[in-house]
C-alpha cells in the first residue's frame, strides 16, 4: 500500500508563507491526478487543490490566487505553496491521490496554524 507524507505545516501569522510537501512511497504522484485537501476544527474536510498528470491545476475559490500546486515525479513529491495566509486557512492538510470522490484512506496530514 503507497504510504504518503505530509509535512512543511507550522504556525505563522496572517499574511505570511508555508510550503507543504507531500512525499509518496511508491509510484503514485506521476500517475495519478493528485491532491491537496484540508480538515478545519469542526468542519468537514475538504479538497483544497488539484494537479493533473498533465499539470493542470485546479483550486476552490477561497485559495485561489494565494495558493499553488505543483509536482516534481521524478521526487515522486507534490507541494502546496501557500501565500497570504489567512486564520481561516487552520487545518490540517492531507495530501491524496484524487479520483473525484473523497479518500478514504489518510496519512497523518500535516497542522497549518495561522493567528491573526
Known amino acids: 500500500q503507497v504510504q504518503l507524507l505530509e509535512s512543511g505545516g507550522g504556525s505563522v501569522q496572517a499574511g505570511q508563507s508555508l510550503r507543504l510537501s507531500c512525499a509518496a512511497s511508491g509510484p503514485v504522484i506521476w500517475v495519478n491526478t493528485m491532491a491537496w485537501f484540508r480538515q478545519a476544527p469542526g468542519k468537514q474536510r475538504e479538497l483544497v487543490a488539484t494537479i493533473a498528470r498533465g499539470g493542470a491545476k485546479d483550486y476552490i475559490p477561497a485559495v485561489e490566487g494565494r495558493f499553488t500546486i505543483s509536482r516534481d515525479n521524478a521526487e515522486n513529491k507534490i507541494f502546496l505553496q501557500m501565500n497570504s495566509l489567512q486564520p481561516e486557512d487552520t487545518a490540517v492538510y492531507y495530501c491524496?491521490?484524487?479520483?473525484?470522490?473523497?479518500?478514504?484512506?489518510w496519512g497523518q496530514g500535516t497542522q497549518v496554524s495561522v493567528s491573526s
Open positions: 491524496n491521490p484524487y479520483r473525484g470522490t473523497m479518500p478514504t484512506s
